[in-house]
């Protein structure tokens, strides 16, 4: 029966991910992200259930990359489509005319890239320690979340901006760009403070714009990754 609890976990994030792809597409955003936001417990939870009870299983492995294609790359796609669209209505009427209107598709260029990213993932034995390009959960809390940061950062609202932020966040999916993970393999603080200054800041970003943060977390997440890829390359130059 415990080797079924992992697997059972994983069925109710792609559940998760299943409604809030329907709750994107009637327009209510805000319920779309926050069950994005419980089918990455989820998504947690059935790998901790895993290790716990030491139930993983090759079916495990593939029904979470099947979970989490929905979950954490259909689900926030089209929460982005929804959102590209609206901003799109916004752009003068002159503008409005075929082809442009297929436009807001573009955000669907997500899917792909996060199926891509990981399958990557399932056979990189680099990335278990550190990861090789953004992590699909990492890109869908920053693309989830878009709505609710673009009163804080105007830029988001702006369809262009989304427009070229869709691409880039594709790209950074499969990118050979060394990115730290939040797994602990000891408490230390010295040997872990880019990973305790990162949970910090971010505590503090939640506090300050709730839902809202978390477009903003993850860009300080690649911002810092990045500083310490530049810091270890000039070290080992």
């Known amino acids: ?24 597409f009637k327009g209510f955003w805000e319920t779309a992200a926050l069950l994005i936001l419980g089918a990455a417990i989820f998504d947690f939870l059935d790998g ?8 993983k299983s090759a079916i495990g492995v593939d029904l979470d990359s099947l979970a989490d294609v929905i979950s954490f790359g259909l689900a926030p796609a089209a929460i982005l489509f929804m959102w590209m669209e609206f901003c ?6 002159e503008l409005h ?15 792909p890239f996060s199926a891509y990213r990981l399958a990557k993932f399932n056979n990189d034995k680099r990335q278990e320690h550190e990861f090789y390009g953004l992590a699909t959960p990492a890109n869908t809390f920053f693309i989830a979340f878009l709505p609710f940061a673009a009163d804080k950062l105007p830029l988001l609202d702006n369809f262009w901006a989304l427009l070229g932020l869709t691409f880039i966040f594709s790209i950074l999916l499969v990118l ?3 990115m730290f993970s939040l797994k602990f393999s000891n408490y ?22 709730q839902l809202a943060a978390f477009p903003i977390i993850i860009l300080l997440y690649i911002f810092i990754s990045l500083i310490q890829f530049g810091l270890t390359k000039i070290l080992h130059s």
Not at 2 to 24: D, E, M, Q, R, Y
Not at 48 to 55: K, P, T, V
Not at 88 to 93: E, T, V
């Open 188 to 209: 230390n603080f010295k040997k872990n403070l880019i990973r305790y200054l990162f949970l910090i800041l971010s505590a503090i970003l939640l506090v300050a714009f």
């Open 48 to 55: 901790f259930a895993a290790r716990l009870l030491n139930a």
């Open 97 to 111: 005319f075929f082809p442009l209107t297929l436009l807001p598709y573009f955000a669907f260029i997500i899917v």
């Open 1 to 24: 029966m415990k080797k079924h609890i992992p697997n059972l976990l994983t069925c109710c994030n792609v559940l998760l991910g299943s409604f809030s792809i329907v709750f994107a």
């Open 88 to 93: 799109f209505a916004n752009l003068p009427p």
């Open 176 to 178: 050979e760009l060394p």
